[in-house]
């Protein structure tokens, strides 16, 4: 289906880690938000682009074994929930590791990727995964 | 405003069934439906269909003007809309429903779920249950409804110490239940060491802890009293209705094995019906994948957070104080995604006027319903009877 356009429109949030940091109430937001969702209207044109470190804590995590089609090259592989310094938690692989050397807690830290790679069309979607400090 | 009854309900067979259409399967609950109300299609006032996927499953839209026209009712003009929320979108639907008669605008409406899931072939139906998670943070990067689950349970297990053994518990039960429920997907009983030492899908999710692909389809009639009583039809009342919504993403809630939508919409179903949890006589839970049924026993407050396991060790069986699942759950009974929330209402039914045969829980006189989207974005709780 057609990704062309959706991958190059999130790509600098993807490839650099941009968030969304609220000029009202300094919250951090990662996927960013053009809203708020505690200052709402008070937070309308005060969201800031902010860069952010990739270090964080692994939250939880699951060693996926049942992949989609464009991850059936990279099975099975760890999905985490990651809590970054600045606040913000994300969804994403955890690489370059045993799954059996992953744990709740540990530091980790982002580097960017390949992230998947659909069959039909070929296309090829890059990305941040993390891997352990 | 006028009580609203279920006047009638029909379902197919929930399972893998690929000589039935997607048609097929919406006509077959629908018509079982009026045929057990005893209505004329001409006593419908509106339509509501159900399905989460069939745009994208199936490249058939329109699920409502589908139902209305292969129900043989296109040409009476009644409205026919299709309403879709996830995974919990028959019982967004039944709501609707709901609402649309206790306001008073119709006396009938029929609500017909469906979900139609075995024409895809291998793992690309994890492309297509994947549209339930956020496409672009969660299943972008590697998101599948199972690795979202696992990610809720590894933290579950961790924080209040317990043991694979209560999520494996919640589908033994199922499997149980179900092994009495003839349109079940699965009718086996497993035992608790097998559910335990399945095929790992994400891991410490086995295929034991996932709800299965199901084709399957169920219908009902709702009526306002006054309908009801012209009829001669007692029904079953629903007695209140509540949804209520949270973050699309797992990873943006505070608490990953809180569902706060469940939480919201439970609490405002018990307020409306003016009930208490000792009240209920039996519940059906969205256990699409067993943690789920751990986090909504406690998060409907059935039990204390971080409990639930106690309450399903104990027992949750069709003769224990709290029998979970009488139908089979989403495990066992099967999961055709927008046919599933519809389908518990079909078992409260049969439930609540004594009619489910084999699986009968004794003095079902109240039932709490709860349907849920994705990793918990919305919760759909109802309560019927009450009585
Ligand atoms: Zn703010």
Request: net charge neutral; hydrophobic share 40%.
């Amino acid at each position: 289906m057609g990704e062309l356009s959706s991958v190059w429109r999130e790509s600098s949030h993807r490839y650099r880690l941009v968030a969304h940091g609220c000029g009202n109430c300094k919250a951090v937001y990662f996927p960013p938000r053009d809203i708020c969702p505690k200052c709402h209207r008070d937070s309308i044109g005060k969201m800031k682009e902010m860069e952010l470190s990739g270090r964080g804590k692994i939250e939880s995590f699951t060693v996926v074994h049942d992949v989609p089609p464009a991850f059936i090259r990279q099975r099975p592989y760890v999905l985490a929930l990651i809590r970054l310094d600045e606040g913000p938690t994300l969804t994403a692989q955890v690489v370059d590791c045993d799954p059996s050397e992953v744990a709740l807690g540990k530091r980790v830290r982002s580097v960017f990727r390949r992230v998947r790679e659909d069959g039909k069309s070929g296309i090829i979607q890059y990305g941040y995964k993390f891997v352990l400090e | 405003m006028t009580e609203v009854h279920i006047i009638g309900s029909g379902e197919t067979k929930f399972g893998e069934m690929w000589d039935r259409s997607l048609r097929e399967l919406a006509v077959e609950a629908g018509l079982k439906a009026v045929e057990d109300a005893g209505i004329y299609s001409r006593d419908i006032g509106i339509l509501y269909g159900s399905s989460s996927l069939a745009g994208t499953l199936n490249l058939q839209n329109d699920i409502g003007s589908l139902l209305a026209d292969f129900s043989g009712i296109a040409s009476n003009g009644i409205p026919a809309v299709r309403i879709e929320s996830s995974s919990s979108s028959g019982a967004a639907a039944v709501r609707e429903a709901y609402l649309a008669i206790r306001s008073g605008e119709y006396d009938v409406a029929m609500v017909g779920g469906v979900e139609k899931m075995t024409d895809i072939y291998g793992s690309e139906i994890l492309d297509i249950v994947g549209t339930t998670l956020d496409r672009e943070w969660e299943t972008f990067f590697g998101g599948t409804p199972a690795a979202m689950a696992a990610i809720s349970a590894r933290k579950y297990m961790h924080d209040f110490k317990v043991g694979k053994e209560a999520m494996s518990m919640i589908s033994v039960n199922d499997h149980a239940n179900a092994s009495k429920n003839p349109n079940a997907h699965y009718r086996n009983k497993i035992t608790l060491e097998a559910a335990m030492k399945s095929t790992p899908v994400a891991d410490p999710l086995n295929l034991m802890d996932c709800s299965p692909i199901s084709d399957g389809a169920a219908a009902l009639i709702l009526a306002s009293e006054k309908f009801a009583r012209s009829v001669g039809k007692d029904g079953v009342r629903i007695k209140s209705s509540a949804i209520a919504q949270d973050y699309l993403a797992l990873h943006s809630r505070d608490s990953i094995y809180t569902l706060n939508s469940t939480i919201l919409a439970g609490k405002t179903a018990f307020e409306k019906a003016g009930l208490k949890h000792s009240d209920v006589s039996f519940v059906e839970l969205h256990d699409s994948y067993s943690i789920y049924g751990l986090m909504e026993l406690e998060d409907l407050g059935f039990c204390k957070k971080g409990k639930a396991s106690e309450l399903v060790m104990d027992d949750i069986g069709l003769t224990s104080s709290l029998p979970v699942n009488p139908s089979g759950g989403l495990k066992a009974k099967g999961n055709p995604m927008g046919a599933t929330g519809v389908g518990q209402f079909v078992e409260g039914y049969l439930q609540i006027r004594g009619k489910a045969g084999e699986r009968q829980v004794k003095n079902a006189s109240t039932g709490l319903l709860h349907s849920m989207s994705g990793t918990g974005s919305t919760s759909v709780v109802h309560i019927l009877g009450g009585a």
